[in-house]
């Protein structure tokens, strides 16, 4: 059965679940093969009977070898392609590699591949004029001319094979090579490669068919089955070495994002030499300090006051130098977005820091997990864009498309596992193997527990093992949702500050909603479908929207910690203090903000909104509502 016979048998085969083919395998299957001829009667002859059939009919006898000769060179050059074709992926080679097979299979003195570059419109070849027995020509750059001009580009930009008998007498040839080389050019079989969606991806060029002959209609068709595969094969191979060029650009982009990311010499020496002072460290214990009334570099020094201060330097052998190195890469590896910024980062830290450090819970959790915990609270936002997971979602970000669950979350924790592989920035440098993975393992859970998503079903759990006397610290299971639960109160814990900060934090986060909505309106979202709390025009509402928050999802965490350990009861007081100045601003009419322009416009903006930055020249700014 012929390609085209068995192309047609499969197309007729009931349809089932079979394989869904590929264009590229249809094409191949549609194509005839160059040896058609049933010979097959031949094959039930006797030797005596063969040598009466050539004496008798040695014109057929003599066709039928023919025949059979090319069937079996064909057979054979097939096979011999297909595992070159399998031995390199380097797109030279597999040129090299093809031309050198179609010489042989057609007979020709010279083959040359001209790829098309549709960007440019131009064929280019690096290396051609490959015989049977392999040599070639091959340049430093690769030859380019026009897609339109000549021989090969008229079979580029027509899609059509050209047999040229008489090469000279085609006014469409340049004699100009054969003049500085003097070779002689007699004829020409110049064939389009096409990929699998039918476009042309290269020309395939055969010259002088030996023993003086001409090309002939069974050399065409042979090399259109064998261009066919070639034309898998370089696309495969187009592929591969895009894949390769893509990944030596992100390598270079990663090594030039880690060197404006990481801290350098003289920026460690800078935080080395300076230290807290006795009175900010004794501040930073404090579960209700306002971390807003540090600025800039002093966050940094705070941060080294509570690693050494909180006995986990010393405990975990912290070169300080590293501790300095690591601090400085990950405030620069946050955004300036308006919210989920450093200093967001900060005052989660800081928090966390004052629970393990003064408070009942200090004797609840091991110096491993408080070293992960300090760690993960510092981590927890790297790198945000100033959206939430369901824009990432919604929209397909590349974050979207990247992670299944948690994307943000999950983002922050890559982020913070590679700036602790880099070199001079990890910290945990001197632990043990298993401690290292526990407290590793320790970090992504805890970030992961900041996804509010999932914080409810946590926090229902936790409040009912309270409330029902039935949480035991030595259960893991128990400690693993107070872990989660910390985790979140540490993320809310501008609720439980003085009504100054909690207010200017709270125009941050909506101010950074806003932007979100503004960001989805650009992109074909109405403002009807749009939450309330992402709405610019639902801005006099953000004292309600705020209370509510407050009562449904800050509140409840902390009254259960408070239950739980006492001396945490005064952050729920302090929430409650918040709602009750929350509320007298709804009474007092359509609600204004107080931050400070220079506060509420963030330097940087998110990646979505970057590609989308033409939509915004209208948009009203929210200091300006």
């Not at 982009?253 to 230290?275: C, F, G, W």
Request: proline letters at 3%; hydrophobic letters at 40%; charged letters at 25%.
């Amino acid at each position: 059965m012929s390609v085209a016979e068995n192309g047609s048998a499969m197309a007729t085969a009931p349809k089932g679940k079979g394989l869904r083919r590929s264009p590229a395998s249809v094409r191949v299957k549609s194509l005839s093969t160059p040896f058609q001829q049933d010979h097959s009667s031949l094959s039930s002859l006797s030797h005596g009977e063969l040598v009466a059939f050539t004496k008798e009919q040695p014109g057929v006898a003599a066709k039928a070898i023919a025949d059979l000769l090319l069937a079996q060179r064909f057979s054979t050059a097939m096979l011999d392609m297909n595992v070159a074709l399998m031995e390199t992926n380097d797109l030279t080679q597999l040129m090299t590699n093809i031309m050198q097979h179609a010489a042989e299979l057609i007979d020709c003195e010279r083959c040359s591949i001209f790829m098309y570059e549709k960007a440019t419109n131009e064929l280019a070849a690096k290396v051609f004029d490959v015989t049977d027995g392999g040599s070639t020509k091959e340049e430093a750059e690769p030859i380019r001319f026009p897609a339109n001009v000549g021989i090969a580009g008229h079979v580029a930009t027509t899609g059509t094979t050209l047999n040229i008998p008489d090469a000279y007498a085609d006014e469409r040839f340049n004699r100009s090579v054969d003049e500085k080389t003097g070779f002689v050019t007699r004829n020409i079989l110049c064939m389009p490669i096409f990929n699998g969606e039918k476009q042309v991806l290269a020309v395939a060029q055969l010259i002088n068919k030996k023993d003086n002959g001409d090309f002939t209609s069974t050399d065409q068709q042979s090399f259109e089955v064998f261009a066919a595969y070639c034309g898998l094969a370089l696309q495969n191979a187009q592929l591969y070495d895009q894949l390769q060029r893509d990944a030596a650009r992100r390598q270079v982009a990663l090594e030039m994002i880690s060197y404006h990311t990481r801290a350098h010499p003289k920026e460690v020496d800078d935080l080395v030499q300076r230290n807290a002072s006795s009175s900010l460290a004794d501040q930073l214990r404090s579960v209700t300090f306002d971390p807003l009334t540090i600025e800039g570099d002093e966050t940094l020094v705070a941060c080294k006051a509570m690693f050494r201060d909180s006995g986990l330097v010393r405990a975990f052998r912290i070169p300080h130098e590293t501790l300095c190195a690591w601090l400085i890469c990950v405030r620069r590896s946050y955004r300036d977005v308006r919210y989920h910024n450093w200093k967001h980062a900060f005052n989660v830290g800081q928090f966390i820091y004052g629970v393990i450090s003064s408070s009942e819970i200090s004797k609840v959790f091991t110096d491993t997990e408080k070293l992960g915990f300090l760690i993960a609270s510092l981590s927890h936002d790297l790198d945000h864009r100033g959206t939430n997971n369901a824009f990432e979602k919604k929209y397909s970000t590349a974050l979207g498309d990247l992670y299944g669950t948690s994307t943000l979350e999950r983002h922050h924790f890559d982020r913070a596992l590679s700036i602790l592989n880099t070199e001079g920035h990890n910290i945990l440098t001197h632990l043990p193997t298993k401690q290292y993975n526990d407290v590793v393992r320790f970090i992504e859970k805890a970030i992961l527990a900041t996804d509010l998503g999932k914080h409810f079903k946590h926090r229902q759990t936790y409040k009912e093992l309270v409330e029902g006397d039935k949480f035991h610290m030595d259960n893991p299971d128990h400690r693993f949702l107070l872990r989660n639960v910390l985790m979140t109160a540490a993320d809310l814990s501008a609720t439980t500050k003085p009504f100054p900060a909690q207010r200017r934090v709270a125009e941050l986060v909506y101010s950074e909603f806003f932007d979100q909505g503004d960001l989805e309106k650009a992109l074909g979202t109405s403002s009807a479908e749009l939450q309330d709390l992402l709405n610019r025009q639902k801005v006099a509402d953000l004292p309600k929207m705020q209370i509510g928050f407050l009562d449904f999802v800050a509140g409840p965490v902390y009254e259960t910690l408070g239950k739980q350990f006492t001396d945490l009861e005064v952050l729920r007081s302090e929430l409650d203090r918040n709602r009750r100045d929350w509320v007298s601003l709804q009474e007092a009419g359509p609600y204004e903000f107080v931050t400070p322009i220079s506060v509420l416009t963030s330097k940087t903006k998110s990646d979505a909104m970057l590609k989308t930055d033409h939509v915004f020249k209208d948009t009203i700014a929210v200091d300006e509502v």
